[in-house]
T-cell receptor
């Protein structure tokens, strides 16, 4: 069974630039999560989808971050414009349904200079 | 105060030692998770438990619901066990099922 795929693995941008991350969850998984993990801290949920609907985006900085999962399968997370404090690893995870075990992708390491 | 606290933050052990990592939480939970994160790698789920004890190979996870405490034990530790171990909980009654994470325990096992 293929795992959660993410791309790119690494990205370096200058502040005020835009960046987009892509996630392809495990086939058949209805729930998809985007987490932000700042160095030395545990992951923090940014947004959670159930199929193509948003379940929780309470911690998403909506002035600069956006995410979509239009067809209920893969998802993109965008930052526009980026700030220095956005430097982090962005993790995508998926689960069969809400409250089921989550499977994580390898993450995208973003550096904003 | 964080809702999920782990100790210690950093742990160095010699190969073969018995290791314990602790996790305390302050919210009602429906499940507790132990996760492993290797440098530069993604996160792997080790255990998901809501009561008692689970064992997988050299790894053992226990939880005491009354005391809101869980431990992860590694027997006969090996350098390949070096990683960050993260405790996370699913809040009881939460419809979303999302996880609240601790900050992680960085384990280094020396040969």
């Amino acid at each position: 069974e293929a795992g959660v795929a993410q791309s790119p693995r690494y990205k370096i941008i200058e502040k005020r630039q835009s960046v987009a991350f892509w996630c392809n969850p495990i086939s058949g998984h209805a729930t998809l999560y985007w987490y932000q993990q700042i160095l030395g801290q545990g992951p923090k949920l940014l947004i959670q989808f159930q199929n193509n609907g948003v379940v929780d985006d309470s911690q998403l900085p909506k002035d600069r971050f956006s995410a979509e999962r239009l067809k209920g399968v893969d998802s993109t997370l965008k930052i526009q414009p980026a700030k220095l404090e956005d430097s982090a690893v962005y993790l995508c995870a998926s689960s069969l349904a809400i409250s089921y075990e989550q499977y994580f992708g390898p993450g995208t390491r973003l550096t904003v200079t | 105060k964080n809702e999920v606290e782990q100790s210690p933050q950093n742990l160095t052990a010699q190969e073969g030692e018995f290791i314990t990592i602790n996790c305390s939480y302050s919210v009602g939970i429906s499940a507790l998770h132990w996760l492993q994160q290797h440098p530069g790698g993604g996160i792997v789920s080790l255990f998901m438990l809501s009561s008692g004890k689970k064992k997988h190979g050299r790894l053992i996870a226990t939880i005491n619901i009354q005391e809101k405490h869980s431990s992860l034990h590694i027997t006969a530790s090996h350098p390949r066990d070096s990683a960050v171990y993260i405790c996370a909980v699913t809040r009881y009654g939460g419809s979303q099922g999302n996880l609240i994470f601790g900050k992680g325990t960085k384990l280094s096992v020396k040969p």
